[in-house]
């Protein structure tokens, strides 16, 4: 079955950086693109980017770039995000989904099918 | 245009139906996908493309689109489809950037 592993809880100073890993399994880890989404406390999803495990593009929300940066590593079907310069508003939980795309109805549609169990990044001096 | 609007809450009494509704002019070019997230849950997939359910997730949920705004239906709401519902599509501007609802607290009474 497809599972989307985390790492675990990362408390961070103001400045730091942050790496958070999702480890894939149950599927061809190539085969599909990983799409990274972050939730802060009390509000809603937030896209933060997309990389494709096949060739390592990527595609970075506007607000984020250059301070983010997603990887992955095909030896061991991994994903990660890297976050640089936190602030306070970055405190989130940050989720991995596996990101792919429907064009079957006439339009496409981009979705994400399988979610990691999240990872609680807190950003405090 | 990378917004999607949602309305923030949305009630129905138990076993009616209940439409929840997603406004944005990427959903002109692409279908919505939908989410359903329970407190302290990951996102759970509910629909995408067209009208499509993955594997588990009851008949009651559908979706539909029109112009700008896609919906998502529940014919016959549980007590258990009291969640946050959030739309997803990408932008339709050409820089292919994924756009999220700011997401609808649905209350079944």
């Known amino acids: 079955q497809v599972q989307l592993v985390q790492s675990g809880a990362e408390v961070k100073k103001p400045g730091a950086s942050v790496k958070v890993s999702c480890k894939a399994s149950?599927?061809?880890?190539?085969?599909?693109?990983i799409s990274w989404v972050r939730q802060a406390p009390g509000q809603g999803l937030e896209w933060m980017g997309w990389i494709s495990a096949y060739n390592g593009n990527t595609n970075y929300a506007q607000k984020l770039q250059g301070r983010v940066t997603m990887t992955t590593d095909t030896s061991t079907s991994t994903a990660y995000m890297e976050l640089r310069s936190l602030r306070s508003d970055d405190t989130a939980v940050y989720y991995c989904a596996r990101a792919l795309m429907d064009c079957s109805g006439g339009s496409c549609s981009w979705y994400f099918d399988y979610w990691g169990q999240g990872t609680l990044v807190t950003v405090s001096s | 245009s990378s917004e999607l609007t949602q309305d923030p809450a949305v009630s129905v009494a138990l076993g009616q139906t209940v439409r929840i509704t997603c406004q944005g002019d990427s959903l002109r070019s692409y279908y919505a996908s939908w989410y359903q997230q329970k407190p302290g849950q990951a996102p759970v997939l509910v629909i995408y493309g067209k009208n499509n359910r993955p594997s588990g997730i009851p008949d009651r949920f559908s979706g539909s689109s029109s112009g700008n705004t896609a919906s998502l239906t529940i014919t016959g709401a549980q007590a258990e489809d009291e969640a946050d519902y959030y739309c997803n599509s990408r932008d339709s501007s050409g820089n292919h950037r994924g756009v999220f609802g700011g997401g609808t607290k649905l209350t079944v009474l």
């Open positions: 149950g599927y061809t880890f190539t085969s599909y693109g």
